[in-house]
């Protein structure tokens, strides 16, 4: 039998670090508002600051029809060396679940990025150099200017290759290299001023005990109006012996038109044991605007 030759491969993987801030909006949402930091600037602690910022997490436009608005970002070179990024759309919607999000072509309904453009595409920032972003967007008078709609904003840094050094080269060896990088995601939406905001109904509150200590309490909405929701939610439980009350986290999250999100409260492992009466409260600065869902359980 013939003898294979043995081939030697070395993979080439581009490692993006994607680093999208928080999730205020939701537990992985998409619709955030903190600063988005590789790294903390340790000026402020006095010691040699390194990393790079990117802010804000989210960008928001509520342009009309037939109007131009413009919004900027800033992007903040702590590190001591200098750093290149190139910046681009892109467009994404939700599956089935509400929850993966998939690539959206820009001509797609809800594709934001068509009616965009930035300052600038590329940029180069020397060592401690900020630099402003402009992001212009223009909103046709048409049918498609009256829709909520949203994309995300890519910054990806860009490296020159180096030379790749193969160990022991020969005929038989593939060699391809590893070549890392850093990037961000910045979410940008639209909110025309004809949408539908607050129609976010809570679908389902429910109790789930995962294990000893670990109890859950589940929140379903849908939003069915027609512009990204956003809202803030929290907990109040009363304990049905006691009387006593406690407020647990205020948080906020965004919902895409026509989508449901899910939620979790993790309750605090400490939490007496009884029967309680949970309001899951669904915040949208208008008292009148108020969702509520009522629920009793027990901790054991």
Known sequence: MKAMKQINVIILINIFLFNQIVKSQSTKDSINNVTNKTTKNLEEKGQEASGVSISPSIIRFNAKAGTIQTKTFKVNNYTSRKMTFQIFFQDYGLDIDGKTEIAKKPESKYSLSKFLNLSQNFIELKPGELKVITITASIPNSESGYIAMWTNLIIDEVNERGKLEVPNNNSNTIALGISTGIGFMIQVSQNPP?????????????????????????????????????????????????????????????????????????????LPKGKYAGIAVIDFGDIVALQTAEIEFEVD
Do not use: M
Not at 236 to 265: D, H, S, W
């Open 194 to 270: 004809n949408v539908i905001l607050n129609d976010i109904e809570i679908l389902k509150l429910s109790h789930i005990r995962k294990e000893k200590k670990h109890n859950i309490l589940n929140l379903i909405v849908k939003n069915k109006g027609d512009g990204i929701g956003y809202c803030l939610y929290y907990l109040e439980l009363t304990n049905l012996a006691t009387g006593k009350t406690r407020k647990f986290r205020v948080n906020q999250f965004g919902v895409l038109p026509g989508y449901e999100k899910e939620i979790n409260f993790s309750l605090p492992p400490d």
